[in-house]
Nanobody, 124 residues
């Protein structure tokens, strides 16, 4: 079983950058596909990024492609989300999640474990 803790959220101006981290407990971190999701008030949970077990494949929706980058360091049991060129529409609570799948998953139902979330607010 995996426990996930996000950090790195905060307030940033439009056009700025932010790097989120997700630290995992346990000894089997490398067995999981990792993903990031976000949710703003009144909106559905939205897929942000996913990465395969060894980091060889990454997946992003068009809304963040070219601006966000997911990475992982299995030796540190940590997954990251680098966010550049931030816009107010990026505002939301960001969650990391772990999946037993072997390919990147875009729907939240495909993930087995979730962190508590970290708030990201982009001001104009």
């Amino acid at each position: 079983q995996v426990q996930l803790v996000e950090s790195g959220g905060g307030l940033v101006q439009t056009g700025g950058s932010l790097r989120l981290s997700c630290a995992a407990s346990g000894r089997t971190f490398s067995s999981y596909v990792m993903g990031w999701f976000r949710q703003a008030p009144g909106k559905e949970r939205e897929f942000v990024a996913a990465i395969t077990k060894t980091g060889g494949i990454r997946d992003y929706p068009d809304s963040v492609k070219g601006r966000f980058a997911i990475s992982r360091d299995n030796a540190k049991n940590t997954v990251y989300l680098q966010m550049n060129s931030l816009k107010p529409d990026d505002t939301g609570n960001y969650y990391c999640a772990a999946s037993r799948a072997i390919v990147p998953i875009r729907h939240y139902d495909g993930y087995d474990y979730w962190g508590q979330g970290t708030q990201v607010t982009v001001s104009s």
